[in-house]
């Protein structure tokens, strides 16, 4: 299925009910949040379907750890993901576990805000630290405990004023994309 294939889909409630959950959360915020994430989408000023690539993985008992990188204006060549990767290994596993957001998130679901703040110096600092926001290069990290749920190769990307949102695109999802008429 190609991008602008999924981005369409994206504009649908069976998609956002079909794709959401079984996450950290297990699904049980499926119902209630498929409307309000469509809502979400169809606000964005920017938005779109962007490949996505994973320069860190981790483990800490029974969570999965994943800082991801994507690019807003194309692909990341192979010698920005090498930089990427070696600046990620220098923060400590207990940063990224501080850092991360649950696959299904607390407060909102799989859609998660990033708000480029420098001066939100509680969360993010991972990703203010490695986004480069001129370039359109954006990091994030998300966290869940099946590691195959954050084997994603998209993001579906938007922005709506400063705030920019990110959803994982995950294999599983892809395939009930795709499975979807």
Known sequence: ???????????????????QG???????????????????????????????????????????YVIYAFS????ISQGELLALSDAASRFPLNAIRYDAMGYDGIGSIRIFQRTLDE????????????TNEEKGLFVFIAADFDAARLDAP??????KGRSVYVYPLSKSSLQSLSAMR
């Open 1 to 19: 299925m190609d991008t602008k294939a999924i981005k369409a889909k994206l504009n649908t409630i069976d998609t956002w009910k079909a794709i």
């Open 154 to 159: 998209y993001v579906a990307y938007g922005r």
């Open 119 to 130: 001066d939100d110096e509680d969360h993010d600092q991972i990703s203010i630290a490695l």
């Open 22 to 64: 079984k996450g950290m959360f297990f699904g049980i915020f499926d119902a209630k949040n498929a409307k309000k994430y469509l809502a979400l989408w169809q606000e964005m000023e920017e938005s779109d379907i962007l490949p996505l690539y994973d320069i860190r993985r981790d483990q800490y008992e029974r969570n999965n």
């Open 72 to 75: 807003t204006t194309g692909e």
